[in-house]
């Protein structure tokens, strides 16, 4: 992904979307919470979103580095990758 400025946006409608500020294309990441969440969240939801997207650039990033180290090893990633 290119360098650029990006924001988290919360659309009002339960939708919060983590976007780049300088252009108008479709949103990198869109989170949504369904209304019984939301009431249960009360007013943290943006909190709770911005917290999601950092877990995930998080994981994002390890699994990158897990790649690069298996690829110069010759480790299979998808053999040596185990999901529950």
């Known amino acids: 992904m290119s360098a ?3 924001e ?6 339960g939708e919060i979307v983590l976007q780049r500020a300088d252009d108008d294309s479709a949103p990198l990441v869109t989170i949504q919470f369904s209304d019984e969440s939301r009431l249960y969240m009360m ?3 943006l909190e709770v ?3 999601m997207i950092q877990a995930g650039i998080q994981a994002a990033a ?3 580095e ?3 180290a298996e690829a110069e090893t010759g480790i299979d990633a998808e053999a040596s990758r185990v999901l529950h």
């Open 4 to 6: 650029s400025l990006l």
């Open 8 to 13: 988290i946006v919360d659309l009002g409608d």
């Open 43 to 45: 007013e943290n939801s």
């Open 49 to 51: 979103a911005k917290a």
């Open 62 to 64: 390890i699994m990158a």
């Open 66 to 68: 897990q790649g690069e």
